[in-house]
């Protein structure tokens, strides 16, 4: 089984943004460190 994970944003303004799409086997810390890093990376 998979998940997939969405991750939303809100502005300043108050409108949401999806900052990206996941598809993981399972919510382990290595897979969300793979996530945050990722957002890290682009500068979110």
Same mark, same amino acid.
């Given at each position: %089984? &998979?998940? !997939? +994970?969405?991750?939303?944003g809100?502005? !300043?303004?108050? +409108?949401?943004?999806? *900052?990206? !799409?996941w !598809?993981?086997? #399972?919510? #382990? #810390?290595?897979?969300? *460190? %793979?996530?945050? @890093?990722? *957002?890290? @990376? &682009?500068?979110?």
């Amino acid at each position: %089984m &998979r998940a !997939i +994970y969405i991750v939303l944003g809100v502005t !300043i303004e108050g +409108y949401k943004e999806v *900052l990206g !799409i996941w !598809i993981g086997k #399972s919510e #382990s #810390s290595k897979f969300w *460190l %793979m996530v945050l @890093n990722e *957002l890290k @990376n &682009r500068e979110v």
